[in-house]
């Protein structure tokens, strides 16, 4: 039988495929063959921080329904001394075994306050019977006329850090991204410490930000970072934490610290739940701002939440997270209608201030200024998934002074702008706003992305009209795969129970600054291998005709699985087609063409390649990975990650 060429059908076919074929991936974060997020590193190792483990215990673990212990009606004028009353009853109570008290049940109807209510004691959560006008709802009114936040949850106590436990941070760098950095002294570091990592504001930071330009400079320890973390493990003097760094720690601007602290007071596990605020105000005064300023405030807390409420009038916020904040969720919430000047300092419906690893979920703004918005020296990481605004007064993004990793994720601004940017002299002297943010997939209708002096901002797979030319662009006008960042790193992170990312580095983050090659180890036999039949070169060594070989080594403890594992390494190539060389894998039998990762490997600067080692891990089930690179390609680092997960099915 004869077949025939059929315009119209093989058109159909054509709009078909289109319509199926799949979204852009990000050059940045892609999918690896096992559906894993591949990163791509910059030349100093930088790359986009994981957000996974934002939110309430990192996402480990779901918010708890709290079983109800005190409940409470609509009284006769105002109701304040009966909820704290309550709430005082409740918070007597001893915690259960999964730190909990117990919740404090609002029926239903409008409960007056002229003052706020306060949580401080873990395991407490103050529920309505809903966030709405309806009979059925649980309404709180602030009456008084004055600002003042109506709902408070914060610890009475503060951090002990603890004398004599400061360590330095002894690499030259730690890029953005990292998980980890070794120490002068790792004696009395053990997995589970808290410890606080300080990043300070040097004069020769400030300086090289531009920021002693401003009409109002940044001074000296005005800015310095301090980012909570949690010890998962120790290596030698390697020290590996639970979340990553968001500013570079680099020796010219101070490099870093550690702190190890305890805070016996903090509190957990309590929040707020299915209950609407409102703030009376006077309506005969324009722009009135006499009135309850905030609805919820959350600091000084550690694993606690608001979910599913919704504040209408009050004057700067439905939430802020404040500082002493870590581990915090805000769900499905909503800011309507704020009154007060459209002016600083308010307006800012769901805001993060000093607080880090939150997570702002699902919640939508109206009327509001800077709607998902940060204060200065907000380390992160802090995500806004999935949020969105309308009738926005202003734009969403951080608002001043350096806060760092900050995610937005699927987030919609009509009517305004996302912007990660220079503000100058705004405000009081604004400057940079944040630094290695992520905007991802968004929608706005305009966006202002800078790139800061020593940092990036990336705008990735997103739609509206770009403004400059000055930040890390990729994928815009299409939205990409994954549809949500935050939602695939926390897929990754939990994909195994207890599963660890564990980065072990050679070299120095150095762009081959020629004074690193002798610490680069390498594993005396495979030495032996590598060397005939020419001469061998250290990292760093900017000489043709060389196989410059290293090994990772790392342990693994009884019953580590190796899940996964990614080798990125920083090359330049001393003559023309050194991407034709090769790089060998545990084996001088088991090589790859550098082609296979790169089109091309300059012969200034750098390239770094990413390999995705699936084929490769049973060679490193014995804790160590041999590598060599050879034909005319110099070495300025290399970083294994690997992600580590017991093996026991009952883990």
């Not at 559906?35 to 930088?46: E, M, Q, V």
Request: hydrophobic share 35%; proline share 6%.
């Amino acid at each position: 039988m004869r077949l025939s060429f059929i315009p119209g059908i093989a058109t159909c076919a054509l709009l078909i495929a289109k319509v199926h074929a799949a979204p852009p991936q990000s050059s940045w974060v892609n999918l690896a063959a096992d559906g894993r997020l591949l990163y791509t590193r910059d030349a100093l190792g930088n790359r986009i921080p994981d957000f996974g483990d934002c939110g309430y215990m990192a996402g480990r673990v779901p918010i708890p329904e709290v079983p109800v212990k005190a409940t409470v009606k609509p009284g006769e004028g105002d109701d304040r001394a009966a909820i704290q009353a309550a709430i005082d009853q409740v918070s007597a109570l001893p915690l259960d075994a999964k730190g909990i008290r117990g919740a404090v049940l609002l029926s239903s109807g409008e409960y007056q306050l002229d003052a706020p209510l306060k949580i401080s004691a873990s395991g407490v959560v103050l529920r309505g019977a809903g966030a709405n006008d309806s009979d059925k709802g649980t309404r709180l009114i602030a009456t008084a006329p004055r600002q003042y936040t109506l709902v408070e949850i914060s610890s009475k106590g503060s951090p002990a850090i603890e004398k004599g436990g400061t360590r330095k941070i002894t690499d030259k760098y730690v890029p953005v991204g990292s998980r980890n950095f070794d120490v002068d002294d790792p004696q009395g570091l053990v997995a589970g410490q808290k410890i606080m990592v300080h990043r300070p504001s040097t004069q020769a930071w400030i300086d090289a930000l531009g920021m002693d330009k401003l009409e109002q400079p940044w001074k000296p320890g005005s800015k310095d970072l301090k980012m909570e973390r949690t010890v998962t493990r120790i290596e030698g003097q390697r020290v590996f934490i639970d979340a990553p760094i968001t500013t570079a720690l680099d020796a010219k601007f101070g490099g870093g610290t550690l702190d190890r602290f305890t805070w016996s007071g903090r509190i957990t596990n309590s929040g707020i739940e299915d209950i609407k605020g409102i703030s009376l105000f006077n309506a005969a005064v324009k722009d009135d701002e006499e009135h309850g300023w905030t609805f919820v405030s959350i600091s000084r807390a550690e694993d606690c939440w608001a979910r599913r409420i919704v504040s209408e009038h009050f004057g700067y916020a439905c939430v802020t997270l404040g500082d002493g904040g870590r581990q915090l969720s805000v769900m499905d919430s909503t800011c309507l209608d704020p009154v007060s000047q459209v002016t600083g300092a308010r307006r800012y419906g769901f805001g993060i201030n000093g607080a880090s690893q939150c997570l702002v979920m699902d919640c939508h703004t109206r009327n509001d200024r800077h709607q998902f918005v940060t204060g200065a020296a907000t380390s992160g990481p802090n995500a806004f998934v999935n949020c969105s605004s309308e009738l926005a007064r202003n734009d969403a993004g951080p608002h001043h002074r350096w806060a760092s990793g900050l995610l937005y994720d699927g987030v919609t601004v009509e009517g305004n702008a996302i912007n990660i940017r220079n503000r100058g002299n705004m405000g009081t002297g604004h400057g940079w706003a944040g630094a290695n943010c992520v905007v991802w997939n968004c929608k706005a209708d305009s966006y202002i992305i800078q790139n800061p002096p020593t940092a990036q901002n990336w705008l990735i797979g997103s739609i509206g009209k770009i403004s400059g030319t000055a930040g890390t662009y990729d994928s815009n006008g299409a939205q990409v795969t994954p549809a949500s960042l935050w939602s695939k790193q926390r897929e990754d992170l939990q994909a195994r129970p207890k599963l660890q990312v564990r980065e072990y580095v050679v070299g120095d983050f150095d762009e081959f600054a020629a004074d690193s090659g002798a610490s680069v180890p390498i594993d005396p036999a495979w030495l032996s291998k590598t060397a005939p039949p020419g001469k061998t070169g250290a990292f760093d060594t900017l000489e043709g005709g060389r196989r410059v070989p290293w090994t990772h080594g790392f342990k693994l403890d009884p019953g580590d699985s190796i899940v996964s594992a990614t080798l990125s390494v920083s090359v330049r190539g001393m003559a023309s087609g050194a991407q034709n060389g090769r790089i060998f894998l545990d084996d001088l039998a088991n090589s790859k063409p550098l082609s296979q990762y790169v089109e091309s490997i300059p012969t200034t600067g750098s390239t770094v390649l990413r390999i995705d080692l699936a084929a490769e891990l049973p060679r490193l089930a014995d804790g160590k990975f041999n590598l060599a690179i050879e034909n005319n390609v110099a070495v300025d680092w290399s970083v294994l990650e690997l992600r580590v997960a017991p093996s026991s099915p009952g883990s």
